[in-house]
């Protein structure tokens, strides 16, 4: 995990210019700058909790009810506000691709 005052050599991934959140290439601590890369150009983000790789961060402050995009497809609407950094997981995201069993 990474850690510092400078973005990490590693960082996060985002595939569609449309995408709210960026995925973690590499587990990161919580105060770590991460180097994002993407359709949009660079951008660096301090990431505000320790997380595994693979995990969503948000891109931008995004009020609760919002609808968030991974890859271009709308994945859920978040439950609560998230920060710029902040992760984004089942803990504050309500999928929209679960399946409900009657």
């Not at 050599?9 to 993407?38: H, N, R, W, Y």
């Not at 609760?64 to 978040?78: D, Q």
């Not at 950094?85 to 995201?93: E, R, S, T, Y």
Request: hydrophobic content about 40%.
């Amino acid at each position: 995990m990474k850690t510092g005052t400078q973005p990490s050599e590693t960082g996060a991934i985002v595939l569609d210019p449309a995408d709210d959140v960026a995925v973690l290439i590499a587990g990161v601590e919580a105060g770590a700058f991460v180097k994002v890369s993407g359709p949009n150009g660079p951008l660096s983000l301090t990431v505000r909790q320790t997380l595994p790789m693979g995990h969503k961060i948000a891109l931008r402050a995004l009020p609760a009810g919002s609808p968030v995009r991974k890859y271009g497809e709308v994945i859920g609407r978040l439950t609560e506000p998230v920060a710029a950094g902040d992760h984004v997981h089942i803990h504050n995201l309500a999928s929209q691709r679960a399946v409900t069993q009657p």
